[in-house]
Each structure stands twice: as structure tokens, then as C-alpha cells.
């Protein structure tokens, strides 16, 4: 490892490993376009909601690409890739108590928690059952009872 290299890993300088790489990487031949404007358009958010930003390591442009491509590396790792999964882990960010930039793995929980493992919401399965025992009456059997997304998960409620 050179002293240069070591160096900038020490330092945490993405602009000097940016330059130190040259045109040996460029990270926009594998991401989908699409994938990097949502991340473009989470960061915008997520800077708005996160006043203390601005104090984190995301201080220079070269710094934020890289903290972009990491944090698309971790959607990909953990399965986020849907507009709706990422709104939820916005919900979650606007309701969070914290000044403070989360870090990809807590974004990813929060994203996680507001579909639910099985892509549906705790609040979403708990008025499914009330619409269900409020009208259950009306029909012979709950397999005929009208689900919600015609999702099977409800019948199993």
C-alpha cells in the first residue's frame, strides 16, 4: 500500500481516492441511471430533514458521490429497490428525533419497517382485521370475505 493511499484512507479523502483512481472506475457504468436519480433525489431530502449534515462527512461534492455509491451498494445488498420501500424509510427519517445523517444500515431498517417483512404494514394488517370483523357477518366464509390487495396474508390473520 502506498503512503499516499494509506494516507487517504486515513483521512477519509474520497477526493483524493477519486483522483487517485483515475478513470480506472467509474461507478455510472454500474448503477442504473434511475437507481442514481432516486439516490440523487434521497440526498436532497435527506439533507433537508438532517439539519446536522452538513457536520457529518458529507462536506464536499466528492465526499457525497461517495457516500452515494456506498449507500447504493447497500440497497442492492439488502434488497431496497422500489420507490414505495424508500418513501417509507422517508417517513421513518421525518419522524426521527435525531439532527443526525443515518447511517445506510439504520435508512435500510427504516425503509424495512414501513412495508413490513411480508410488504404489508402492522397498520395496514390491523385495519384489514377490523374491516374484517366489522363485516365477516355478511358472508358464509372468510374465503369469500372480500381482501383487501386480494393479498392471502390477510386471510391468514
Wanted: overall charge neutral.
Amino acid at each position: 500500500m502506498t503512503p499516499d493511499l494509506y494516507r487517504a484512507i486515513q483521512n477519509r479523502d474520497g477526493e483524493m481516492l477519486a483522483r487517485m483512481a483515475g478513470d480506472s472506475y467509474d461507478g455510472r457504468k454500474v448503477v442504473n441511471a434511475d437507481a442514481e436519480k432516486l439516490v440523487d433525489m434521497l440526498f436532497e431530502n435527506l439533507m433537508q430533514v438532517f439539519p446536522a449534515s452538513t457536520q457529518t462527512n458529507l462536506r464536499t461534492d466528492a465526499d457525497i458521490r461517495v457516500a452515494k455509491q456506498q449507500w447504493i451498494a447497500a440497497f442492492a445488498e439488502s434488497g431496497i429497490t422500489s420507490r414505495e420501500q424508500l418513501s417509507a424509510g422517508m417517513q421513518k427519517a421525518r419522524s426521527s428525533q435525531s439532527p443526525f445523517w443515518p447511517s445506510p444500515g439504520q435508512f435500510i431498517s427504516w425503509c424495512r419497517e414501513g412495508s413490513g417483512a411480508l410488504g404489508v404494514s402492522v397498520d395496514d394488517i390491523m385495519s384489514e382485521y377490523w374491516r374484517w370483523r366489522k363485516l365477516v357477518f355478511r358472508y358464509p366464509t372468510s374465503e369469500q370475505f372480500p381482501w383487501r390487495d386480494k393479498n392471502p396474508l390477510y386471510y391468514h390473520v
